[in-house]
């Protein structure tokens, strides 16, 4: 069945850090992939998504390429700013389908100024 | 920007008590999710909900468990005799027909506490 693989934290970061958290999926068929980022007390809000190989998605300086090879979708962000500090969560849904989200456990990330 | 709405923010209740978690999708989707997130855990999928029927559903959404569409604009979780396990917190979740992405628009969520 579909799965999604996350980096486990929690990421502790100094401000102007460079980010990666992995992410790695397995899908019966073609799915679209997203971030989700959950701020201290409240819900889900979109980051970022991509429905296709290659296809970039881009938010708030973060950005995560659809690679089909490695069955990958990789958060990026360059400089991380203390109000990055939240839980990521890694998603995908079948494109076909779309009838439920699957989500990774979510890495928690702390920046510290 | 239309968004999904959950009420209560916050339940709490007492074991074996029945609760409904309320849900206002946004107003032109016609696909409805509940989702729940025990705490530090993953985000799990309950349910799916379109034409007024259960589409899919996950084993954890077991005959204590139930959704209804009672009015046309609220979608509610309603869980009969609420266990200790119960305590998470519970996504409400929408989509259109046709969304370019699947995308599915969440809702703030409603932390059910069981004591």
């Known amino acids: 069945g579909d799965s999604v693989t996350q980096m486990e934290g929690p990421v502790t970061l100094s401000e102007e850090a460079f980010l990666t958290i992995n992410c790695t999926y397995t899908a019966t068929g073609y799915p679209s992939l997203f971030w989700y980022v959950q701020y201290p007390g409240e819900g889900l809000q979109l980051l970022l998504k991509?429905?296709?190989?290659?296809d970039k998605g881009s938010n708030k300086g973060f950005e995560a390429t659809y690679r089909k090879e490695t069955t990958s979708f990789h958060l990026e962000k360059g400089s991380v700013q203390v109000s990055d500090s939240a839980v990521y969560f890694c998603a995908l849904s079948d494109r076909d389908t779309g009838n439920q989200f699957y989500f990774g456990t979510g890495t928690s990330l702390t920046v510290i100024p | 920007e239309p968004e999904v709405t959950q009420t209560p923010s916050h339940q709490v209740t007492q074991m074996g008590q029945e609760v409904i978690l309320r849900c206002v999708p946004i107003?032109?989707?016609?696909?409805f999710y509940w989702y729940r997130q025990i705490l530090g855990q993953k985000v799990e999928f309950l349910v799916s909900?379109?034409?007024?029927?259960?589409?899919?559903k996950s084993e954890i959404f077991d005959d204590q468990f139930s959704v209804e569409r009672p009015d046309g604009s609220n979608f509610t979780l309603k869980i009969r005799s609420t266990k200790l396990e119960d305590s998470a917190m519970y996504f409400c979740?929408?989509?259109?027909?046709?969304?370019?992405?699947?995308?599915?628009?969440f809702g703030p969520g409603t932390r059910l506490t069981v004591l």
């Open positions: 909900f379109y034409n007024n029927e259960i589409s899919e």
């Open positions: 991509a429905t296709k190989a290659d």
């Open positions: 107003s032109n989707h016609l696909y």
């Open positions: 979740a929408s989509r259109a027909q046709g969304a370019v992405y699947n995308e599915q628009f």
